[in-house]
C-alpha cells in the first residue's frame, strides 16, 4: 500500500459510516434529552438570534459581542464546502442526497448548541486576559483534571488540521476560483486569453501572499480583530450569495415542484429520482449527504465552540442558542440553496449532470451562468468561493492558535500564528491532495474526544438548559 492509499484509508474511516452514525446518533440523543428544542422552541430560538443579530452590544477586554462569536464561528463552518461540496454530494449520490443532509442538519442543531453552551459555561481566562474555551476546556474544567489528556488529543488533532483545512486548500481554492472566472472570459476556443500571447493565469504563489499579508494583519489584531472583520465579511459573502442563487432558482420555478420530487424520491430510490441506473444506492445517498452536511455546519467536529468561548455572553443558554441557528443558516439555507439552484438549472436544461461523477464549483458557476450570463455567473462564483475561502482561513487561525495555547502555553502563540501564516504562502504551492485527505481525516477524528464530552456532559448542559426555559421562556 503507497502512502496515498494509506491516507486516504484513514480518511475514510475518519468519515466512514461508523462516524457517521455517532455524529448523527449524539445529534438525535441530545436532541431526545432536550424535548427536540430545535422544533419546540423555535419561536424563542429564532427571537433570541435572528431578532437580535443588529441589537448593540459592548465587548469588554477580551471578549467579542455575541455576534461576532457567531460570525467568526460561521466564517469558518460556511466555506467552499457549502458549493463545491455540496455540489460533489448531489453529483455522486444522487438528489436524494440533499434529504439526508438536512437529516443530519436538524439534530445536529443540538449538537452544535451543546457545544457552544459548555464552551461558555466551561470556559477560562488566559495569560493575556482573553475568553479561552472549546472542548479542550470542557473536558478539563467539566470532567475533571484526569481527562485533560483527551482535550489535549482534541488539541493537538484540531492544531494540525488548521493548516490543510482552514489554510493550504483554502489558498488554491480562491486561486482556482479566481482563473475560472478569467477563463469565462476567454476569447477564443482554444482556453486562452491573448494577453502578448500567452494564457492569463493567476498563480498561486501571488495569491498565497497576497492573503498570508491580510491574515496577518487580522490575526495577529487576536480575537477582537478576527470578530471585527467576519461580522462584516460574514453577512456580505452571505447576502451576495444568497441573492444569486434566488434568481436562478426564481428564473427555473416551474421546475421546483420536480426538484423537490428528486430529493424526496432520491433518499429512498436513488435512481428511480434520476430516470436510470447509475450505481448509485440508497447507502451512496445517505453516506454523501449525512457526511456533508456534517463536514459543512461542523457539528460535533468541535471547531465552532473555540469561537464562541470568546463572547461577552455571560448566560451559556443564550449563546448556545446561536449553535442552532448557525446550523440553519449553514445547511438548511445556505447548503439548500446551492442545491437547488444546480437542480433547478439541470431540470431546465441549463446544465447537464454526469450522475455518479464528483462535481465542483464550476458546475455551480454553469448553473448561475445559466440564467445570469456566462461572465456574470462565473465572477460571482468567484467571489463567493474566494470569501468563503477567506473566512474560513480566518476562523481556522484562531482555532488552531487557541489549540496551540492549550498544549503549550500563552507564549507558543505568536509562533504558530507565524507558522501558520509562513504555510498560506507555502501551501499554495503544493500538491495537496494527500494533504487534503490527511487534514480531512483529522478534521473528522477530532469529533471524538468531543463527542465524548459532549454525551458525559449532556447533564449539565440538559440542567442548565430547563433551569434557563422556566425563567425566561413561559
Keep these: 500500500m503507497t502512502l496515498s492509499q494509506l491516507i486516504s484509508t484513514i480518511d475514510d474511516i475518519a468519515w466512514g459510516p461508523v462516524m457517521l452514525l455517532l455524529l448523527v446518533g449524539t445529534g438525535f440523543y441530545l436532541s431526545f434529552r432536550m424535548g427536540f428544542m430545535q422544533f419546540s422552541r423555535i419561536p424563542y430560538w429564532w427571537k433570541n438570534t435572528a431578532g437580535k443579530l443588529f441589537d448593540k452590544h459592548q465587548a469588554g477586554a477580551g471578549e467579542v459581542t455575541p455576534f461576532q462569536a457567531l460570525t467568526t464561528a460561521l466564517a469558518a463552518t460556511v466555506g467552499t464546502g457549502n458549493i463545491a461540496g455540496v455540489t460533489g454530494a448531489i453529483f455522486i449520490g444522487g438528489p436524494g442526497a440533499v434529504f439526508w443532509m438536512w437529516i443530519a442538519a436538524l439534530v445536529g442543531m443540538m449538537t452544535k448548541y451543546s457545544e457552544v453552551l459548555l464552551a461558555v459555561r466551561f470556559r477560562e481566562r488566559n495569560a493575556k486576559g482573553d475568553w479561552v474555551g472549546g472542548p479542550m476546556y470542557y473536558i478539563k474544567n467539566g470532567l475533571g483534571q484526569n481527562w485533560a489528556w483527551l482535550g489535549g488529543v482534541f488539541a493537538v488533532l484540531a492544531a494540525l488540521a488548521a493548516f490543510g483545512i482552514g489554510n493550504a486548500t483554502q489558498v488554491q481554492s480562491i486561486a482556482d476560483a479566481i482563473n475560472n472566472a478569467i477563463d469565462s472570459f476567454t476569447p477564443n476556443a482554444s482556453g486562452t486569453f491573448l494577453f502578448l500571447g500567452s494564457q492569463v493565469r493567476v498563480s498561486t504563489f501571488i495569491v498565497g501572499c497576497i492573503v498570508a499579508a491580510f491574515v496577518g494583519l487580522v490575526t495577529l489584531g487576536g480575537i477582537k480583530r478576527i470578530g471585527q472583520v467576519t461580522e462584516k465579511l460574514v453577512p456580505f459573502m452571505a447576502v451576495v450569495y444568497i441573492i444569486s442563487a434566488l434568481i436562478v432558482i426564481f428564473a427555473n420555478i416551474k421546475h421546483i415542484g420536480t426538484v423537490f420530487g428528486m430529493i424526496f424520491q432520491g433518499a429512498f430510490n436513488a435512481d428511480a429520482a434520476i430516470g436510470g441506473a447509475f450505481g448509485i444506492t440508497i447507502m451512496t ?37 446561536y449553535g442552532i441557528f448557525e446550523v440553519f443558516m449553514d445547511t438548511i439555507v445556505i447548503c439548500t440553496l446551492t442545491s437547488l439552484t444546480v437542480l433547478s438549472a439541470y431540470c431546465a436544461g441549463g446544465i447537464d449532470i454526469t450522475w455518479g461523477s464528483g462535481g465542483n464549483g464550476s458546475n455551480v458557476a454553469a448553473a448561475m451562468s445559466s440564467v445570469l450570463g456566462s ?100
Design 285 to 321: 445517498s445517505i453516506k454523501k449527504g449525512v457526511g456533508r452536511g456534517c463536514f459543512s455546519n461542523e457539528a460535533g467536529l468541535g471547531s465552532a465552540p473555540i469561537a464562541h468561548a470568546a463572547t461577552s455572553e455571560t448566560d451559556p443558554v443564550k449563546q448556545g442558542l
Design 375 to 474: 461572465k456574470l455567473g462565473a465572477v460571482i462564483i468567484a467571489v463567493c468561493l474566494s470569501l468563503f475561502a477567506l473566512s474560513t482561513i480566518l476562523s481556522w487561525s484562531l482555532y488552531g492558535t487557541r489549540c496551540c495555547e492549550y498544549i503549550f502555553g500563552h507564549k507558543s502563540v505568536k509562533v504558530y500564528q507565524i507558522l501558520f501564516i509562513c504555510f498560506i504562502i507555502i501551501g499554495a504551492t503544493m500538491s495537496l491532495a494527500d494533504a487534503w485527505n490527511l487534514a480531512d481525516a483529522l478534521n473528522g477524528f477530532m469529533a471524538i474526544p468531543n463527542l465524548i464530552a459532549l454525551l458525559a456532559l449532556s447533564g449539565v448542559t440538559v440542567k442548565l438548559t430547563k433551569e434557563h426555559l422556566s425563567k425566561n421562556a413561559k
